[in-house]
């Protein structure tokens, strides 16, 4: 027969059954980082370089002259799939050097579950591109993301969710501050970002 | 209030068989490979005691194929969901009249 501490044991071996199979854990702080820095170089680049000024643009129609529409497309995929191939090469290596596959049920879920709202959001951003409506790009980007980052938060550490959350919360504002919208983009995919990534390093890496 | 050692499961002692039915519980399904990975057991060891949860009709197994590979998936029952939260609240009551 079993004492008490074996049957505590079960317990305990149900729940970190439960959550290794649902919760990708492998999520590296560095990817946070890094994703931050491309976020805040991409801005500058679309400011400096593209002219892009959604403050100038009004809420409806542009009516500036320089500005090319596709180069700023280009440099959004271009952060966006830096920023995704750094967090999964930098996962993967950190889920292999905890002996685990990166590829496995919890990842599946996590990606699925993000992939969703970040591409309803990508669909809705065509759209408005389509009818020149530019400024809205940046609280459209922010808002789609935070969905995708509380959606997917489940799937990972809980933290994630509450960056969601703020990611929101800058897209909503951003809706009503046009003007200051670039500022309050590079604080959500820049900062925060970069914050995010710093604590959770400390957190789970150290 | 009398219990329970029991009320225990005696499909569920074994460790590999509670980590089957805790995975299970939290995913639609799971195939072969990712239960292998997740509770570090060896082919024949994970095969034995999913054939035994199976036969207590704990556990249901579908059959596909991934392009040619064999890909076998397991889901739980709703006898096997039932018998596993019966099972937890049993050590918890354990646990509880112990302290």
């Known amino acids: 027969m079993k004492n008490n501490q074996n049957y505590s044991q079960d317990i305990a071996h149900i729940r970190s ?16 980082i890094m994703a931050g820095i491309y976020a805040l170089l991409g801005i500058w680049f679309a400011n400096k370089w593209l002219g892009y000024e959604p403050g100038g643009f ?3 129609r542009w009516v500036g002259i320089d500005f090319k529409p596709a180069s700023l497309i280009g ?21 292999l050097k905890e002996g685990k596959k990166p590829w496995n049920s919890a990842s599946r879920r996590l990606l699925m579950n993000t992939a969703v709202p970040l591409v309803a959001g990508g669909i809705t951003m065509l759209a408005f591109i ?5 400024s809205t790009l940046i609280p459209l980007s922010l808002i789609f993301y935070g969905l995708s980052l509380y959606h ?9 969710r509450i960056l969601g959350i703020f990611e929101i919360m800058l897209g909503l504002m951003s809706l009503f501050l046009i003007e200051y919208s670039m500022f309050l983009w590079a604080l959500g995919f820049g900062f925060l970002h970069i914050v995010y990534g710093i604590y959770l390093h400390y957190k789970y890496e150290r | 209030m009398t219990l329970s050692i029991h009320d225990l499961h005696k499909a569920f002692e074994n460790r590999i068989r509670l980590g089957i039915m805790s995975a299970l519980a939290v995913n639609e399904y799971l195939d072969f490979n990712a239960l292998k ?10 095969a034995t ?7 207590e009709n704990f556990i249901k197994v579908r059959k596909s194929f991934v392009g040619r ?15 596993f939260t019966d099972h937890i609240n049993a050590l918890e009551r354990i646990i509880q009249s112990q302290k």
Not at chain 1, 130 to 134: L, V
Not at chain 2, 37 to 46: P, R, S, V, Y
């Open chain 2, 49 to 55: 005691h999913l054939k035994s949860l199976e036969k």
């Open chain 1, 17 to 32: 059954i439960m959550e290794q199979s649902t919760r990708f854990m492998s999520l590296s702080g560095w990817a946070g």
């Open chain 1, 58 to 60: 009004g809420f409806d």
């Open chain 1, 152 to 160: 997917g938060g489940r799937d990972s550490y809980k933290e994630i």
């Open chain 2, 69 to 83: 590979k064999p890909n076998t998936k397991y889901s739980m029952t709703p006898e096997g969901q039932k018998a």
């Open chain 1, 130 to 134: 389509s009818q020149q409506m530019y």
């Open chain 2, 37 to 46: 990975e997740l509770l570090d057991a060896t082919d024949g060891n994970l």
């Open chain 1, 75 to 95: 440099l959004g995929l271009a952060v966006l799939i830096l920023s995704m191939g750094t967090a999964i090469y930098l996962s993967s290596q950190k889920a």
